[in-house]
C-alpha cells in the first residue's frame, strides 16, 4: 500500500511561483509512474503533468504546458510540480497518484493522495 502526502500548497499573487512536493512511502516508488491532477471548485478533476518511472517521460496537460514543469527525485521517494507563471485559472486543489502506466486517465491510477490547495489572487 503506497501513501502519498502531498505539500508546498498556499497563496501566491498571478504571475507567481510555487513548488508542490508529494512524499511517498510504504511501496515502491521508483517502479511507479506518477501525475499530478487538480480539481477546482464545481469542476471535474484533470490531469496536469505525469511522470514514467525512471522520470525519462513527461506529460502535460495543454493548459500548463511551459509553465509547469514535473520531475521526481528516486532516492527521496518525491515527485515535485513546479508552477511558474501562475494565473488564477490554476487555483485548485492539486493531488497527486501512483500507478503501474504514465497516463493522463485518473482511473489508472491506484494511489492518491489527500491533496494541497492552491490559490492564486488576480
Known amino acids: 500500500q503506497v501513501q502519498l502526502v502531498e505539500s508546498g500548497g498556499g497563496l501566491v499573487q498571478a504571475g507567481g511561483s510555487l513548488r508542490l512536493s508529494c512524499a511517498a512511502s510504504?511501496?515502491?516508488?521508483?517502479?511507479?509512474?506518477m501525475g499530478w491532477f487538480r480539481q477546482a471548485p464545481g469542476k471535474e478533476r484533470e490531469f496536469v503533468a505525469a511522470?514514467?518511472?525512471?522520470?525519462?517521460?513527461?506529460f502535460y496537460a495543454d493548459s500548463v504546458k511551459g509553465r509547469f514543469t514535473i520531475s521526481r527525485d528516486n532516492a527521496k521517494d518525491t515527485v515535485y510540480l513546479q508552477m511558474n507563471s501562475l494565473k488564477p485559472e490554476d487555483t485548485a486543489v492539486y493531488y497527486c497518484a501512483a500507478g503501474v502506466i504514465v497516463t493522463r486517465r485518473p482511473e489508472e491510477y491506484d494511489y492518491w493522495g489527500q491533496g494541497t490547495q492552491v490559490t492564486v489572487s488576480s
Open positions: 510504504g511501496g515502491t516508488f521508483s517502479s511507479q509512474a
Open positions: 511522470i514514467s518511472w525512471s522520470g525519462g517521460s513527461t
